[in-house]
């Protein structure tokens, strides 16, 4: 189905294109039509066959893993497995939670660190699990670009439910706890919401 924030771009590229058929003629208005084929594939939303599988970490987009560090969650200043994944061409998509928990808080931060140079801004959700573990998933974008939420702090959200909307991501990256068993390796393809990318381990006491 079309995402809901699709539904204004779909509509000005139809408008346009069936005004140049009326007023001038429907050859020049090919190019237009074949516009709105590719705006409606940018924002086609698709809903995911979620698995059913205890303490795994879906992928939050379509993509590819770029990286897989042990690394520092700069957001809630603690160790950190990093998985960095690059959204697929051209980074206009919903955003799903990679796990099921507690919306604890909401970041946004001018010159990120783990932002490319080209990326002012980064948004990030920290969820906690039931078992108190934390995933927190940052979402790098392009300097044009917008950010739109699901969720407020204190709501719960469901593992793969939809979490947000982003135009132009250029690089997400999802910290999980030290331990966390990762599933994935550099250079996969990874599907949003199905994917999964890593199992949290309960930590004893």
Do not use: H
């Not at 927190?136 to 469901?158: D, L, M, N």
């Amino acid at each position: 189905m079309l995402a809901r924030e699709g539904c204004v771009p779909v509509s000005v590229v139809a408008v346009a294109a069936a005004g140049v058929a009326v007023v001038w003629s429907p050859l020049l208005s090919v190019p237009g039509f074949l516009l709105l084929l590719v705006v409606v594939r940018v924002f086609w939303e698709c809903e995911p066959q979620i698995p059913a599988i205890p303490f795994a970490v879906l992928s939050p987009v379509d993509g590819r893993v770029v990286s897989v560090d042990l690394s520092v969650d700069p957001w809630l200043q603690r160790e950190a497995i990093a998985i960095c994944l690059k959204p697929a061409f051209p980074g206009v998509t919903c955003l799903r939670s990679p796990t099921e928990g507690k919306a604890m808080d909401f970041f946004t931060n001018l010159g990120a660190t783990d932002a490319p140079p080209n990326s002012p801004t980064a948004y990030v959700m920290w969820v906690q699990t039931d078992e108190l573990e934390d995933v927190s998933t940052c979402v790098a974008t392009y300097r044009y670009s917008r950010y739109r939420g699901s969720f407020a702090p204190g709501e719960r959200i469901g593992q793969g439910s939809r979490s947000g909307f982003v135009f132009f991501s250029s690089l997400v990256t999802v910290y999980m706890p030290p331990g966390t068993l990762v599933r994935v390796e550099t250079g996969a393809k990874v599907r949003i919401g199905t994917s999964v990318i890593a199992t949290l381990v309960r930590q004893s006491g």
